[in-house]
Each structure stands twice: as C-alpha cells, then as structure tokens.
C-alpha cells in the first residue's frame, strides 16, 4: 500500500512539475534590420543596439519592422516582419535565459536554422541573408 502511495505522490509532483513548466511564457522582440556599405546616418530606433551592430562589417542600419510575440514552451509562433517570416519555438527558460529555436523564412525558403539563447538586456543578433547591396539582420530580445 506504501508502495502505491509514493507513486502516486510521484506521479503527481511530476505532472505538476511539468505542467509549470508548459506554462512559462517569454515576450521576445523581434526586429528587422538591413544593413549595407552606404555612408549615411543609421536609423535612430537603433541606437541601444549600435554597440552589436557595429561589430558587423556594415556602415549604415536601418530598421524595416518590429514585432512582439509572447513564446509558450514547445509552441510554434510565427512573427511577420517586414516581408520575412520567424518561426520562434520556446525550447527552455533557466536563471532567466531564453533558448529559442528560430526558424527564418524569405517566402517559402528557410535562410536560417538556429537555436539562439538570449536574456533581458543582452538581445541576440542573427546574420541573415543577402539582397543586393544588403544584408539582412535579426535581431532577438527578451522583454
């Protein structure tokens, strides 16, 4: 009968454990940037990120969209921005850090496939593809 008991207990600690889990949320920002060679001043909606970006070999970095998306565990969502399409998946939340599998469309083709870990304050920046004369940059934060 004690034997019964402990795996019940255990089975309900368990089912509760991860039913918490299930329900942790994380709102990321999703944000769209190209960046080229061209002299010229970058966008002002960019300047908390300026320190990252200007990493890259690029001189100019415009914003082209924005979106805010609220990621559950193991739910898919998709973020339209600026004509590119992010599939984010909320794989783990641990001592504040967000592992989000993103999937980057351009139309139906998948341009990047990577799994970026990112925290309030410290956003992830994904190179993307090329266009021309610019590249695309996607920024990631947790709000």
Known sequence: MKRIFYILVCLTFFGLSGHVAAQETVRVRVQL??????????????????????RMPYKR???????T????????VKAGVGGHTMNLKLESVQSGRARVHVNWMRGRASVVNITAVTQPGSPFVCGGP???NLTWIAVFSVQ
Do not use: W, Y
């Not at 970095?61 to 979106?67: A, D």
């Open 69 to 76: 998306v609220t990621l559950s565990a193991g739910k898919n």
């Open 61 to 67: 970095f415009q914003q082209k969209g924005s979106k």
């Open 33 to 54: 940037i190209a960046a080229d060679q061209a002299e010229g001043p970058s966008d002002a909606a960019l300047s908390g990120l300026m320190s990252k970006l200007q």
């Open 130 to 132: 090329r266009e021309g």
